[in-house]
């Protein structure tokens, strides 16, 4: 038995939190999140599992949290937002995720599209992360310590990117990485950040801002 994660925590407060989960997503209803699917998604995903346990009891709350490494698992409003965006032009087969963190929007994304390709800097965030994907049986997960400003050129291209952490520009490479069809969702900026979608067309990249938000940087290189 991994330490933390066992069978009590499978059930237990996933169990009896079930009022609780309806909800936030009834809060993600009001909030203008429509797709039935990702909704779904949001009710089945335990994410008292991507916490420690010190933060599980808040994990059905509609906020960002503390994951450790100054890093947070995202709102589900912004998870759940991103993912819609992501699938809104049609099912997705390769999804790059950067930004693995707690693993939680991973956990998402696997259950939405073929395969996901995640990408984190800190490897023992990604550790803590494999462990609880593998906990919940998601196989499509690939995951990947390095630098995902470079994306992951050996596995691309990919008919979706979703950033988790917001650079103050794209990179290029994430722009090259995307099929013809694909889409990037990310946040962009430095002080002020937006929500930006990027389709590629045949001739080109069209762009639109989203709304305001606020993550955590993009930040260069790697560490352990
Ligand atoms: N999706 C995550 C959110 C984590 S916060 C979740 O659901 O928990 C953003 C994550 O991006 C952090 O884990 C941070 O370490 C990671 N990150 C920041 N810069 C990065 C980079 N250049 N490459 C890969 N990951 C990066």
Redesign the pocket.
């Known amino acids: 038995m991994i330490r933390g994660v066992n069978r009590v925590d499978l059930n237990g407060i996933g169990m009896t939190s079930q009022r609780t989960r309806e909800r936030l997503i009834q809060r993600l209803i009001a909030q203008g999140v429509s797709d039935l699917a990702v909704l779904d998604t949001i009710r089945t995903t335990p994410r008292h599992l991507?916490l420690d346990e010190a933060m599980a009891h808040r994990a059905y709350e509609d906020v960002a949290l503390p994951?450790g490494?100054a890093?947070?698992?995202?709102q589900p409003y912004i998870?759940a937002r991103m993912t819609e965006l992501l699938l809104a032009r049609g099912p997705r087969r390769r999804v790059l995720e950067?930004?693995?963190?707690?693993?939680?929007?991973?956990a998402v994304l696997a259950r939405l599209v073929e395969e996901v390709y995640s990408?984190?800097?800190?490897k023992a965030?990604q550790q803590r992360a494999r462990r609880r994907l593998r906990q919940l049986k998601l196989r499509n997960v690939h995951m990947c310590h390095?630098?995902?400003?470079l994306g992951w050129a050996e596995r691309g291209p990919f008919d979706g990117i979703l950033a988790?952490?917001a650079p103050e520009r794209i990179p290029e490479e994430l722009l090259q990485q995307l099929a013809p069809g694909g889409r990037l969702v990310i946040p962009v900026g430095a002080e002020r950040q937006h929500l930006q979608v990027v389709d590629r067309t045949h001739e080109g990249f069209d762009t639109q801002i989203v709304e305001d938000v606020n993550?955590?940087p993009?930040?260069?290189g790697t560490r352990r």
Do not use: H
């Open positions: 991507f994951i490494f890093q947070t698992l995202s998870v950067i930004g693995t963190g707690s693993g939680y929007q991973t990408v984190e800097r800190i965030l390095a630098d995902g400003a988790t952490a993550f955590v993009l930040r260069p």
